[in-house]
Nanobody
Framework: QVQLQESGPGLVKPSQTLSLTCTVS??????????WSWFRQPSGKGFEWIGS???????YYSPSLKSRSSISSDTSKNHITLQLSSVTPEDTAVYYC???????????????WGQGTQVTVSS
């Protein structure tokens, strides 16, 4: 059973770069049967897709976040990392990593989810 666990700083100052880690257990991030994605959910709003990546495949990003976001992998730690640069208070949200079998912007397409981590952007 694949399990995901997000971790991150919790509080980030405006203009800084947010870096979040998703630790994957029960499966290898190098298994190309998996697509790893990041979503976020601001308080009182729905899920927003940030981007998706397959280990030796392509990466895709939301057009609204593409210029500021990057998904990478650390095979030595079985981690998926999201970096979001030049953050503003509008980036405040609960951030989730998810795993599934195909590229999708729809949260319902993913089988595996982390519990989410709150990120607040404030000075």
């Amino acid at each position: 059973q694949v399990q995901l666990q997000e971790s991150g700083p919790g509080l980030v100052k405006p203009s800084q770069t947010l870096s979040l880690t998703c630790t994957v257990s029960g499966g290898s991030i190098t298994n190309n049967g998996y697509v790893w994605s990041w979503f976020r959910q601001p308080s009182g709003k729905g899920f927003e897709w940030i981007g998706s990546s397959r280990y030796s495949g392509n990466s895709y990003y939301s057009p609204s976040l593409k210029s500021r976001s990057s998904i990478s992998s650390d095979t030595s730690k079985n981690h998926i990392t999201l970096q979001l640069s030049s953050v503003t208070p509008e980036d405040t949200a609960v951030y989730y990593c998810a795993g599934g079998s195909g590229y999708s912007r729809a949260s319902r397409s993913y089988d595996y989810w982390g519990q989410g981590t709150q990120v607040t952007v404030s000075s």
